[in-house]
């Protein structure tokens, strides 16, 4: 199983779940569940099998991830 390292920044990868492709931080890791910060909502706490690392480096942007996303979405509609 993926272990996460506080300061990871992990993106919301369960399509059922209401947060579905947003970007937060991991703020602890701890027996199969991650609590991760994501702009906007309350920290949450997900099953590790719901995350995919985005980012290891600590010095990472939201904005920058966030904008990345936007533009891919905007060129397919555009397909």
């Known amino acids: 199983m993926v272990s996460f390292n506080r ?3 992990v993106r919301v990868c369960n399509r059922n779940l209401r947060t ?3 970007i937060g931080r991991v703020v602890s890791d ?3 569940y ?3 910060t994501i702009p906007g ?3 949450l706490c997900y099953k590790k099998e719901n ?3 985005v980012s290891r480096t600590k010095e990472s942007n939201y904005a920058d991830y966030v ?3 936007v533009k891919i979405i ?3 509609e555009q397909m």
Do not use: F, I
């Open 67 to 69: 904008e990345h996303d």
């Open 41 to 43: 909502y309350s920290t």
């Open 74 to 76: 905007a060129d397919v």
């Open 7 to 9: 300061g990871d920044m």
């Open 34 to 36: 991650v609590e991760v």
């Open 51 to 53: 995350l995919e690392l």
């Open 30 to 32: 701890c027996r199969g």
């Open 20 to 22: 579905y492709r947003q």
